[in-house]
């Protein structure tokens, strides 16, 4: 990437194919590279359209599919393998499930979608079609509380890791099945 991005901030890795995603924030797109660190595709520029970005963060890559926070428009962006759009949601807005400030964004082995949202110091929890099941936080340092969490990781037990920035610690769930 040395000479090929401006601000690089999220990465995820597509195993199968072997490729690295970066989102170069302040390019407004996803560079994607090889193995060996070679650009072979630019996805997306500045815009708030269908696959374009504004200032793109955090991304995630599950089940063939990329998932992007569109920090500036805010939304998540999650695209097909093509490069489509397979999926937008989130808006900008004062109620439970808006999208002010989103940061990290990981899903869990049943496609769940998990959104950091930073200004409202919370944790958002969408089903795979970007429709909100839950809300977890709020501004504080007690348990279930945040204070300016920035990311979220999911590993293959499905336990949500989130980093709580101002706390100085990273809080871990439990997701323990939907059925």
């Known amino acids: 990437g040395e000479q090929v991005l401006r601000r690089p901030t999220g990465i995820a890795r597509d195993a199968v194919r072997g490729l690295v995603f970066v989102a170069d924030t302040h390019a407004h797109d996803i560079k994607v590279f090889d193995d060996d660190g070679r650009l ?8 708030d359209g269908p696959g374009e970005f504004n ?12 998932y992007v926070t569109d920090n500036l428009n805010a939304r998540i962006q999650v ?20 999208l002010v400030r989103p940061k990290g964004v990981a899903t869990d082995d049943e496609g769940n979608i998990y959104v950091v949202e930073s200004l409202y110091d919370t944790l958002l ?3 795979p079609e970007g429709r909100l099941l839950l809300s977890i936080g709020g501004t504080g340092a007690g348990v ?3 204070f300016l969490p920035a990311g979220v990781w999911v590993d293959a037990r499905n336990r949500v890791f989130v980093a709580d920035m101002f706390n100085g610690r990273v809080v871990v769930f439990q997701f323990l099945g939907g059925s």
């Open 40 to 47: 072979v595709d630019t996805v997306g520029h500045r815009g």
């Open 55 to 66: 200032f793109p963060t955090h991304l995630c890559f599950a089940r063939g599919r990329l």
């Open 79 to 98: 695209l097909a393998a093509s490069g489509e759009v397979a999926l937008r949601f989130g808006e900008r807005g004062l109620f439970v499930g808006n």
């Open 125 to 127: 929890v969408f089903d």
């Open 144 to 146: 279930g509380k945040f």
